[in-house]
Nanobody, 127 residues
Framework: VQLQASGGGLVQTGGSLRLSCAASGRSRTFSGYVMGWFRQSPGQEREFVAA?????????HYADSVQGRFTVARDRAKNTLYLQMNNLEPDDTAVYYCAAVVHFGNWYQVPWENAYWGQGTLVTVSS
């Protein structure tokens, strides 16, 4: 599985950005995968942001810090994962990474340590 993230940039506080993550793979289908977004700020550990079940787009999971502001979605026809980020804050400044892993259980048992990762895209929110 190869993941290519894009869409980062510079935005003012309160602004919006949409990140994309194009997925490709040998099977051309990602049934059974969960796909997610993580972020990492300078000097900080990578943290979970949001995730979605590729087979069931209504099955999503968010970090408390972004709940209500960010929306994760996917387009199966385009094999693309999205992260719509609204009402951005300076604390959202980070490199954002997309990830994909096979998982059939609950959100608290996703084996992200086994995931495929994209290269990251930088989001900078100015105050």
């Amino acid at each position: 599985v190869q993941l290519q993230a894009s869409g980062g940039g510079l935005v003012q506080t309160g602004g919006s950005l949409r990140l994309s993550c194009a997925a490709s793979g040998r099977s051309r289908t990602f049934s059974g995968y969960v796909m997610g977004w993580f972020r990492q700020s300078p000097g900080q550990e990578r943290e979970f942001v949001a995730a979605i079940s590729w087979s069931d787009s209504a099955n999503t999971h968010y970090a408390d810090s972004v709940q209500g502001r960010f929306t994760v979605a996917r387009d199966r026809a385009k094999n693309t994962l999205y992260l719509q980020m609204n009402n951005l804050e300076p604390d959202d400044t980070a490199v954002y990474y997309c990830a994909a892993v096979v998982h059939f259980g609950n959100w608290y048992q996703v084996p992200w340590e086994n995931a495929y990762w994209g290269q990251g895209t930088l989001v900078t929110v100015s105050s």
